[in-house]
């Protein structure tokens, strides 16, 4: 129940006669039992918040404040009641509020935002954020106990929630798997009921209505644009459920939603709510603005000519001309008129130049095959002085030729998301350099956790990791290759799948990072050779003989992971052989055969990453041997035998039993003389061959 003085705390001070009336309204109400509020603009005491979330200058609430990943929640400052008598009924109520998702990279997004009810003794403690919105985790989604109702606006489709898009209202009792759920738009009156799709993260300012009835249990769900001149008549989301089971009593309300280097901001410019009587309508005209978006307007010019004689005016010309003749060269790009259609997605260079602070050699991540990455700090716009992480790839590319269709494979492969790929920002080009864009990765290369460590003496402490985190990472890859392979639009090859292009985010997922790069090099030159691309050991045989990459051959390349991850060796490996008497000798081995031995000797616990057995927490080692013994699966020097993306994940997932093989049947000989084929030096090579295994010459005495 509401106390005049709580909705004073709830109303910006300077809108006094709206505090008036509602004191009028509290009082009203206090009188026959019914809750209603409605607040336009907020000030820090509208709310209790929690983590991501701040209230602005301006009086708008930000869900999503800051790059960290962090879960947010504002909650009405008082539990409510939404029953008469602690065990009658959950009364009739309703919400309106107006929000709005502002999105600052088109090419990303994040998960939305949610309005919930929630218990007033919960705390959210053990909550996610992301795609559980903060409100609940896995392992206690949809769980009766939560006693949560809440309705998602989610810009993020997640396979695991089973979400239709990744534009979508939901309706969600318990957690965030929709009870119902409809991709975001509404029924427009005007023109006799049509359905008019609405994009939530648009940056455009909508209203939602949420109205749940006591007799008929029934919860509507309406969305509008918040121009459009009245609700809807029809709702988005109308369905039927007995929210007496679900509400606790008394119960906050509120919204949340989650912060992250992704940089999207949730905001909400007003609400209103009732119990027992409709939310009171918002009044447009009081709401806040939304910061704006993009750069501002330059009058810098203007302000220094104005007031200096002309002597000086004509030497600043001069030095101004200079000036932009140096910025010129300095921020030179290569623009061409097909690349207007791909306008949003393309970075200036003078932009890259500042985020990376001129390509400072202190700001090198790394160098490899296909060029140096940088790390930047890309400013956000409208967000007072808020800033994203980037990971810019600089590339010398010296052929027009394919340019255009790189280009555009750039532009589609930015539209592909998946929790476990890296998200690719946008590009930018210049005379002789191309640069790519990337979301920024906090832990780095898997490569390094996995192999910086592995010296085959077994008595290194370098950080390394546990076997739950390597079948994470593997799972997470594995699902994003089935992501390329099947679940897109087009069927994406990889090319390219290996443990340094799996790169580990803030949470340690894997993310498969540099799709589609391979394919610039096919463009790139000459079209009368064939060039093959890759990395040596993770070539299929077949790709070497006839250069045809498939999903069969990122299959092959991705149990040739499978091994690297779960051994921590590299396809070729190095052993300390015995000391004689000149010295130590070391042999190459290769890592499918070393397996395969193990395996024929009953030994296959043995091929697993010793660092990994002593970690001991969590370690599997039925786990770990399924995950070779899929990884030999893979492996198999017929592209027909490979399982595919879809089976290797039933197989993960234990929905499958693996298939009966045993050492024999995979015939070590055909598979190493196969294999042997894949580390010719005929095969062409790339720059980063050379640091992963020596040159190729060593190579070829190998066995
Ligand atoms: C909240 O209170 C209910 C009873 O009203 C109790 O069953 C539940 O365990 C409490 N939850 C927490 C998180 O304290
Ligand atoms: C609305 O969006 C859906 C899915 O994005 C699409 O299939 C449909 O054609 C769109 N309808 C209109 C009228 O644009
Ligand atoms: C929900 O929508 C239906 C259809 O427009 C309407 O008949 C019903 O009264 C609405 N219920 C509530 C609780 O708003």
């Given at each position: ?15 006094h ?5 509602l004191?009028?309204l ?6 026959t ?15 209790n ?6 209230v602005?200058?301006?009086g ?35 919400a309106?509020?107006?929000?709005s ?19 007033a003794?919960?705390s ?7 795609m559980?919105?903060?409100l ?15 309705v ?23 957690g ?31 209203q ?8 008929s ?12 001149a ?11 459920y ?9 119960a ?25 009587t409709p939310a ?15 750069p ?19 030497l ?11 910025t ?13 259609e ?22 090198l991540?790394g ?10 700090v ?5 967000s007072?002085g ?16 394919g ?23 946008g ?5 002789g350099?191309?640069?790519?864009v990337?979301?920024?990765?906090a ?92 990395t ?8 070497v ?10 299959v092959f ?24 008497a ?9 890592l ?18 010793r ?17 070779l ?27 499958m ?10 015939n070590?000989n ?5 294999q ?28």
């Open positions: 129940m509401l106390s005049p003085k709580e909705t004073h705390l709830a109303v910006p001070v300077h809108r006669l709206v505090l008036f009336l004191l009028g509290a009082i009203a109400s206090l009188a039992g019914d809750d209603q509020f409605v607040v336009t603009g907020f000030t820090q005491s509208s709310f918040l929690e983590g991501a979330v701040t602005t200058n301006g708008l609430l930000d869900l999503s404040t800051g790059t960290s990943y962090l879960k947010g929640h504002a909650l009405y400052p008082t539990p409510l009641h939404f029953r008469k008598t602690p065990n009658g009924k959950v009364q009739s109520f309703s309106c509020f107006v929000f998702i502002v999105n600052t990279y088109p090419l990303l997004s994040d998960d939305g935002m949610a309005f919930f009810i929630a218990p003794n919960t959210f403690a053990g909550a996610t954020p992301g559980y919105f903060g609940v985790n896995s392992k206690d989604d949809g769980k009766p106990s939560n006693r949560i109702f809440a998602e606006l989610d810009t993020y489709q997640n396979s695991e929630l089973h979400d239709m898009n990744d534009n979508h209202v939901g309706i969600d009792i318990n965030a798997t929709s009870l119902s759920s409809a991709a975001a738009g509404f029924y427009d009156d005007e023109s006799g009921g049509a359905f008019r799709n609405l994009t939530l993260n648009d940056h455009s300012e909508m939602l209505w949420v109205d749940y009835d006591e007799r249990t029934r919860i509507n769900v309406t969305l509008a644009e918040l121009r459009a009245a609700k809807p008549s029809r709702p988005l989301l109308s369905t039927t007995d929210l007496s089971a679900v509400l606790g009593d008394p906050y309300v509120g919204f949340s939603a989650t912060a992250g280097p992704i940089n999207v901001r949730d905001y909400v410019l007003g609400w209103s709510f009732g119990i027992n009171p309508p918002i009044d447009v005209s009081k709401l806040p603005r939304l910061p704006r978006v993009g501002k307007p330059r009058s810098k010019l203007l302000e220094i000519i104005l007031p200096v004689s002309t002597a000086v005016l004509i600043a010309v001069g030095a101004a001309t200079a000036m932009v003749a140096l010129r060269w300095r921020y030179a790009e290569v623009r061409e008129d097909w690349e207007a791909f306008g949003p997605h393309r970075f200036s260079y003078r932009e890259l130049w500042r985020a990376t602070g001129g390509f400072k050699r202190k700001h991540l160098e490899g095959g296909f060029g140096k990455v940088y790390k930047g890309l400013p956000v716009p409208g007072n808020g800033t994203i992480d980037i990971a810019v790839k600089s590339m010398s590319h010296e052929s027009r030729q340019m255009k269709e790189f280009i555009s494979e750039v532009v589609s492969i930015g539209k592909l998301r998946h929790r476990n790929l890296v998200q690719l920002l590009y930018c080009r210049r005379k350099e191309l640069f790519l990337y979301d920024y990765m832990n780095g290369s898997l490569d390094k956790y996995i192999h910086c460590c592995s010296g085959d003496d077994g008595h290194r402490s370098d950080p390394t990791l546990n076997w739950s985190q390597r079948f994470q990472v593997i799972k997470g890859i594995a699902s994003a290759l089935l992501y390329l392979h099947e679940k897109w639009d087009k069927v994406v090859i990889h090319r390219d799948v290996k443990a340094s292009n799996v790169l580990l985010d803030h949470e340690m997922n894997g993310r498969l990072g540099d799709f589609g790069l391979a394919r610039l090099y096919d463009h790139g030159t000459d079209p009368q050779t064939t060039h093959m691309v890759g040596m050991g993770y070539l299929a045989p077949e790709l003989r006839t250069g045809k990459a498939s999903t069969d051959t990122d390349a991705f149990g040739m992971f499978l091994l690297e991850v779960t051994c921590g060796k590299r396809p070729l490996m190095m052993m300390m052989m015995q000391s004689t000149e010295g130590r000798r070391d042999r190459q081995f290769f499918v055969d070393w397996v395969l031995e193990h395996w024929k000797n009953g030994s296959l616990t043995e091929a697993v990453d660092r990994v057995q002593y970690l001991d927490d969590g370690y599997d080692a039925d786990e770990a041997c399924t995950v013994k899929i990884g030999l699966l893979c492996l198999h020097p017929f592209p027909s035998s490979r399982p595919s993306m879809r089976k290797i994940m039933e197989y993960f997932d234990g929905d039993p693996l298939p009966e093989l045993t050492p024999t049947k995979l070590a055909v598979l190493r003389v196969l042997s084929n894949a580390f010719s030096p005929t095969v062409m090579s790339y720059p980063q061959l050379t640091s992963s295994f020596g040159t190729v010459s060593d190579l070829s005495g190998g066995r």
